[in-house]
């Protein structure tokens, strides 16, 4: 009997027959970098249904030495969930809510409920679960949890790991870590919860969560300000920053980036325009209406055009039109998409720099981000018919990452670290700082089976 056929009846011991497929699919080898090229490959996918079963799969796995990869939806830009061998264990049928208690503000559920679902939950309940790091109905909470994610809300509300009280673990060799809960203050002992947040399933499997809630806004009214250039649309971002105007959400999008997607926007964007600022005023309705009144004259000092509907299909457009915003990958085909973050005062420089090294090699680029978080989502547009483009967006991305780190920013915001960020990690990091992240992976995991190849270099 071969050791793949003794791997998926042993594990269709576990979790039955038809929770194991011994010849992986396509969709669960890759991510949302695949169009560059990267794709794995697996021995089985396993898709344990309880926390149990997910147990005894890790158990069976580090009893084997077979590295195990956990999955939520497979939704990433980093190459996290992309399995280099082993088992997949894949989240997805972990669908319970286990507690909702609308008037305490908080939920319980497991990893495979995706981002909609929870915030359709939320509504429904007249609360808000805020962070919205995108493919909100393939996008699972786990996995927003294992990568700490982000996304345009970030900027009042913070990101999902500020959301997160209490979790779940199932850690090797194979048990159950509760960590934290329904307390809202906890600082007895090292905060391991806040260790698992973002960690990419390196160090456990997250297959559940204790999440608080708030209140949803009466009112929601977004702004979107056309400016000339990245100056100017930059200083209408401080002033909103520097006048304390507390918006929900601060984005920003260039113009290689706003011409693109101009056809699609919700009004026709004015001649000349090079830069777009996107803000929103939320809270009561009449703190709301204040707050876009203040945001009107801020941002529309400069500004070429400022678009703010009123209507709630009219607003629900313009964060459609912001959702759609990576059909800039149409242009060519390929691309290298960056996830960086510097300090907001640095964030016009920024954002000149990456255009003007994408222009040095040749290479078409284009930006958007969050721009009260200083999150930039530079993106390098290349072609595989194109000798030597796809080598020159490579060369571009490495020298924007020297400037990134040279302001003093972070090459990993919101997207996670996976496999593609690995090789630069040194620089951004001392030695000391990567030998005490290793240290916390072998006291985790000291085999080294979880995800292995992600999050940090090999030590």
């Known amino acids: 009997m071969s050791t793949a056929t003794t791997l998926a009846r ?36 396993v898709l344990p249904s309880s926390t ?4 005894r799969v890790l158990a069976w796995c580090y009893g084997h030495d077979v590295p ?17 061998g082993g088992v997949v264990c894949s989240l997805e049928r972990l669908k319970a809510v286990r507690e909702l208690e609308p008037l305490l503000w908080r939920v319980s559920l497991e990893a495979g409920v995706t981002t909609w ?61 509760p960590l934290g809960g329904a307390v809202r203050k906890d600082v007895a002992g090292y905060d391991l919860k806040s260790l698992v947040v973002g960690s990419e399933g390196t160090l456990g499997i997250v297959t559940a969560a204790t999440l608080r809630l708030l209140p949803a806004p009466e009112r929601v009214l977004p702004i979107a300000a056309f400016y000339s250039g990245v100056g100017e649309g930059c200083a209408a971002i401080e002033t909103v920053i520097g006048t304390g105007l507390q918006v929900a959400a601060l984005e920003y999008m260039e113009g290689t980036a706003l011409g693109v997607n101009s ?27 204040r707050l876009r009144d203040e945001l009107l004259e801020v941002l529309g000092e400069k500004a070429l055009a400022v678009h703010g509907p009123h209507v709630q299909a009219e607003i629900d ?24 973050a510097v300090p907001v005062e640095r964030l016009a420089e920024s954002i000149e720099i990456s255009l003007e090294v994408g222009a040095r090699h040749g290479i078409e680029v284009c930006s958007w981000g969050h721009a009260g978080d200083g999150n930039l989502h ?35 915001a919101e997207h996670g670290v996976g496999a593609l960020k690995l090789a630069h990690l040194s620089e951004q990091f001392t030695p000391r700082r990567l030998e005490l992240q290793e240290q916390i992976k072998r006291a985790f995991d000291p085999k080294g089976l979880l995800n292995p190849g992600k999050k940090l270099p090999p030590a």
Not at 17 to 33: G, Q
Request: charged share 15%; with cysteine; proline share 6%.
């Open 263 to 289: 056809v699609t926007f919700p009004v026709a964007a004015p001649e000349g325009a090079g830069f777009l600022v996107i803000a929103e005023a939320d809270g009561a309705a009449d703190e709301a209406e």
């Open 117 to 177: 679902e929870l915030q359709r939950l939320a509504r429904s309940n007249g609360l808000m679960f805020a962070p919205d790091p995108g493919a909100g109905e393939q996008s699972q909470i786990g996995g927003n949890i294992s990568t700490n994610a982000g996304g345009p809300h970030a900027f009042k509300y913070g990101v999902v790991g500020q959301w997160v009280t209490g979790l779940e673990v199932v850690i090797p060799p194979g048990e159950v870590l």
């Open 317 to 340: 457009a313009l964060w459609r039109w912001r959702d759609g915003v990576r059909a800039v990958t149409a242009v060519q085909g390929q691309e290298i998409s960056t996830d960086v």
């Open 68 to 84: 195990l990869v956990p999955r939520g939806g497979g939704t990433g830009y980093a190459g996290g969930a992309v399995p280099f």
């Open 10 to 45: 042993d594990l269709a011991a576990i979790v039955g027959n038809d929770a194991v497929l011994a010849e992986p699919p396509i969709e669960y080898l890759e991510d949302a970098t695949a169009g560059h090229g990267v794709r794995g490959h697996a021995d089985a996918v």
């Open 378 to 412: 530079t993106t390098y547009l290349y072609t595989l018919d194109g000798p030597g483009t796809g080598n020159a967006a490579h060369a571009a991305v490495d020298e924007f990452y020297e400037h990134v780190l040279a302001v003093g920013g972070t090459l990993a």
């Open 52 to 55: 149990d079963e997910a147990c």
